[in-house]
């Protein structure tokens, strides 16, 4: 098979021929149609975040067709369509057992990010019990990004705790950003977003937003007071996780608000701890999500009422000029790479 290889941290990855991977007794083998790059991608290109051994296969929104299936495999038949969980997780440790699987203690790797290879490539395989089937009518590209961007904006909502007419702010409106106002509104909050392009604060509004604004020129801080009748809002979710976005989001709660954190990068930096005691703010922190939470967010993406947050499609061939375009801030939403077999069944659809 065909795998887009990354061989040495801060070089382009190489799109090269190297072994189809074959299925143990308990995994199946997807025949990989799409898979989504983002910005935890271009981190481990560049050495930062995650860092595997070299060489490996990056890419964890992942789409595909079920192509082999091992011996003790019972549940899934060749030809279905279906989408991979990124956790392997133990299944015993305390936090398996209360359904938090995305922080095992005794996490045996995550895919396209540690140990195990990801959906660069044409093929891989991953245990049965990791894969959750989607269904026809969603295209490929809308199935890729359910495992990362759909996933941890659904799971970030449910950890935000949101009541019927509650108002949360949102930083940061690009993939999971757009993913998080959409469900948040299902949800029945009232929602305004802040980004710093002015193209994904139009895109924000689209996607269903009740107020937008560019935190370049504006006051997030006094824009989202009077957004909440001058109260603070009631809840916080940072999909950026810089220190101007935390600062902001904490000064922007009302008493006894939440800020749940989504995003974040190599930095650390201090928090006003006196705002945070006298107004009883809740800090909250939220990774990916629960394997429930894959399966909730297929029936999100299927239901209808969620709008696509790929905006762009490149072929897995050219993933560098993908990461190139992402990297310069040209993707609003989520890009997506297409195999060469994912391009052929689009073609027919
Ligand atoms: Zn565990």
């Given at each position: ?62 789409t ?8 003790r ?16 997780p133990?299944g ?73 007419n509650?108002?949360?702010l ?21 929602v ?8 994904k ?66 930095e ?19 990774r ?22 790929v ?39």
């Amino acid at each position: 098979m065909k795998a887009a290889v990354l061989k040495k941290f801060g070089d382009p990855l190489v799109w090269e021929e190297v072994p189809t991977p074959e299925p143990g007794p308990e995994e199946v083998r997807l025949q990989v149609m799409a898979c989504g790059t983002d910005g935890t991608d271009l981190k481990m290109v560049q050495g930062f975040g995650y860092t595997p051994v070299l060489p490996f296969i990056i890419g964890h929104e992942i789409t595909g067709v079920v192509d082999a299936v091992g011996s003790r495999v019972t549940d899934w038949q060749p030809g279905a369509r279906a989408i991979a969980y990124n956790f392997f997780p133990c299944g015993r440790c305390r936090h398996c057992l209360t359904h938090r699987e995305q922080i095992c203690q005794n996490m045996a790797g995550v895919m396209g990010a540690r140990v195990k290879h990801g959906g660069y490539a044409e093929y891989l395989c991953l245990p049965a019990r990791q894969v959750v089937a989607i269904p026809a009518h969603v295209s490929w590209p809308d199935a890729a990004v359910i495992p990362d961007a759909v996933i941890t904006a659904l799971h970030g909502v449910d950890r935000a705790r949101l009541q019927l007419n509650e108002t949360v702010l949102i930083f940061g409106a690009g993939g999971v950003g757009s993913s998080a106002i959409q469900i948040a509104k299902m949800r029945g909050a009232r929602v305004a977003a802040v980004d710093r392009s002015a193209d994904k604060v139009r895109r924000a509004l689209e996607m269903g937003a009740d107020a937008a604004w560019n935190s370049c020129d504006s006051d997030s801080v006094q824009l989202a007071r009077d957004f909440s009748q001058g109260f603070g809002v009631d809840c916080v979710i940072d999909v950026v996780g810089v220190e101007q976005t935390m600062a902001a989001g904490i000064e922007a709660l009302r008493p006894g608000g939440r800020l749940v954190v989504i995003g974040y990068t190599p930095e650390v930096y201090g928090l006003n701890g006196k705002r945070l005691a006298q107004n009883e703010l809740e800090i909250i922190g939220t990774r990916a999500g629960r394997f429930q939470d894959l399966i909730d967010s297929v029936e999100v993406v299927a239901g209808g009422r969620f709008k696509s947050i790929v905006t762009d499609l490149f072929p897995m061939e050219e993933v560098n000029r993908a990461m190139d375009a992402l990297r310069a801030g040209e993707i609003l939403g989520r890009a997506v790479l297409l195999t060469p077999a994912g391009r052929k069944t689009m073609e027919v659809q």
